[in-house]
């Protein structure tokens, strides 16, 4: 299909959404398009609020605003692979792939949109940073942030103990998560000195243990985690600095921090440019 708008919206998490909101309220013709089945990116796992409701509750009625607007085109399911010149951009839709293993009749599978668009909003969000130990590909080693995903969006619990290995604040939302689903935190491994902020805080008043300038270094087990071992570390030495610590456990999170996503920044020749207070490349 060839399309044309105002406003082109790549992401539909809270950045997207408030993006393609300002750009509808004002009459634009907009589309925003997300590679997920759902709006809400971020959103939808969250321990945070918006408005003073619950981020799923804002994400609800900012779809619901967004699907009474005329000029406004929603495309969830649909990944921009594409940003060519003069703002031409593809988009590759899934339409009906999550029904069958064939389309219905009548129906088709994918499309491909070819839009041209005035002015692009690239909300594209962040990568989370893996943490690398030994055995990390052993099944029961994940990013902290799957682990909130499955604990608070799908209501599944990946393990029974977890360890987390971390190395900023944000991550602690994932042991907290499992803390308050009745799951036992068998301990947080932060790389940081003297950690501080209200997450930290928070699982410091729930009893949970932090072990401070310490990182998960090797996982045990052959298909499935039984343990991991955590020790002491120099960050300024990149150096383990103590034999560690065995501690039983199902699942191991890790959180190495954030990236953002610059893919579609970098389509029409712009190099990314390092920031040092964030550790990652930027448009």
């Known amino acids: 299909m060839n399309q044309h708008c105002d406003v082109l919206v790549v992401g539909g998490g809270p950045a997207g959404l408030a993006a393609a909101l300002a750009a509808g309220r004002s009459g634009a013709r907009v589309i925003l398009a997300d ?63 999550h029904l069958g293993d064939r389309a219905p009749l009548g129906q088709v599978r994918q499309r491909i949109h070819r839009v041209r668009a005035r002015q692009v909003v690239l909300a594209t969000g962040a990568h989370e940073r893996p943490l ?56 947080i491994a932060d790389a940081r000195h003297n950690p501080r902020g209200s997450l930290v805080e928070e699982a410091r008043a729930k009893g949970i243990r932090i072990l401070t300038s310490s990182a998960v270094i090797e996982a045990r087990g052959s298909k499935h985690v039984t343990a991991a071992r955590v020790a002491a570390i120099d960050l300024k030495a990149h150096a383990v600095t103590s034999p560690g610590e065995w501690l039983e456990c199902d699942l191991v999170a890790s959180s190495g921090g954030y990236s953002p996503v610059v893919h579609l920044a970098s389509h029409l020749g712009g190099k990314p440019v390092w920031r040092e207070d964030i550790l990652g490349f930027v448009p």
């Open 35 to 97: 590679e997920q089945e759902e709006f809400g990116g971020s959103l939808l796992d969250t321990r945070e609020s918006l408005d003073g409701k619950p981020a799923a509750e804002w994400v609800a009625a900012a779809v619901a605003e967004l699907k009474d607007m005329r000029e406004v085109t929603l495309l969830p399911r649909a990944t921009v692979n594409g940003y060519h010149d003069h703002n031409f951009l593809t988009i590759h839709e899934r339409l009906t792939d």
């Open 132 to 187: 690398v130990y030994g055995n990390n590909d052993v099944p029961g080693n994940m990013l902290a942030g799957a682990v909130s995903t499955y604990v608070r969006r799908y209501g599944v619990a990946p393990g029974k103990k977890l360890v987390l290995s971390t190395n900023n604040d944000h991550a602690y939302r994932v042991a907290l998560d499992w803390f308050d689903a009745g799951l036992k935190v068998v301990a």
